[in-house]
């Protein structure tokens, strides 16, 4: 089956600095790359996700690259603000079974 | 988006009994899943739910712990069966609006056993 690999486990930056969070998957029918962002106490939010036949993509400060050949998917978050501090969990799946895995998540703290 | 509905929204529960969580969703869909989140892990599909055909269950998870039903296209049911302390977690239903939204989670359910 699918596993996916995620660091760091915690990450702390400055405020207006930039986040990067990295995944790594194994299973090559994989096609749908979500990213969840949650709050304590909270249920999972879909804060952006790629489908294989791209490279890239990006919604505002988010963004996120695909490597299908490297198997490697990152998450790219630009001017940091301390709402953006969060637990967040990468997911590779949707091939003919449809269900995800989940990466073990990244704590990150937004220093003001 | 789905707008999906999950209850109970938490529950604490004495060893030995069980509890049903329901999951509705306010559109049709093929697949749903059911996962767990312990405290301060990631999440783990329990089982995919299928209209219509048995759950599938991943590795770890058995029938007899955690029924499901599956009666239409717009609920399902989670049940965990005699629980013990260690089922105490989050337990969350999702559902994938293919090319919409994505997988949207419900609100979870915290179960606590004592």
């Known amino acids: 089956g699918e596993n996916v690999e995620q660091h760091p486990s915690t990450l702390s930056v400055q405020e207006g600095d930039s986040a990067v969070i990295k995944c790594t998957y194994s299973d090559s029918a994989s096609n749908y790359f979500p990213w969840y962002k949650q709050e304590l106490g909270k249920r999972p939010q879909l804060i952006i996700d790629i489908r294989s036949n791209v490279g890239e993509k990006k919604d505002q400060r988010i963004a996120v690259t695909l490597n299908k050949t490297a198997k490697h998917f990152s998450l790219h978050i630009t001017e940091t603000q301390p709402e953006d501090s969060a637990v967040y969990f990468c997911?590779?799946?949707?091939?003919?079974?449809?269900?995800?895995?989940f990466g073990k998540g990244t704590l990150l703290t937004v220093n003001p | 988006s789905a707008v999906i509905s999950q209850k109970p929204s938490r529950d604490i529960c004495q060893r030995g009994t069980s509890l049903t969580i329901q999951c509705q969703v306010d559109?049709?869909?093929?697949?749903m899943f059911w996962y767990r989140q312990q405290p301060g892990q990631s999440l783990t599909l329990i089982a995919t739910a299928n209209q219509g055909s048995e759950a599938t269950y991943e590795s770890g998870f058995v029938i007899d712990k955690f029924p499901i039903s599956r009666p239409n296209l717009t609920f399902s049911t989670l049940t965990v069966s005699n629980m013990s302390p260690e089922d105490s977690s989050i337990y969350l239903c999702s559902v994938d609006i293919q090319g919409l939204d994505g997988y949207t989670f419900g609100s979870g359910t915290r179960l606590t056993v004592v």
């Open positions: 559109s049709q869909v093929t697949m």
């Open positions: 997911a590779a799946g949707g091939g003919s079974n449809y269900k995800l895995t």
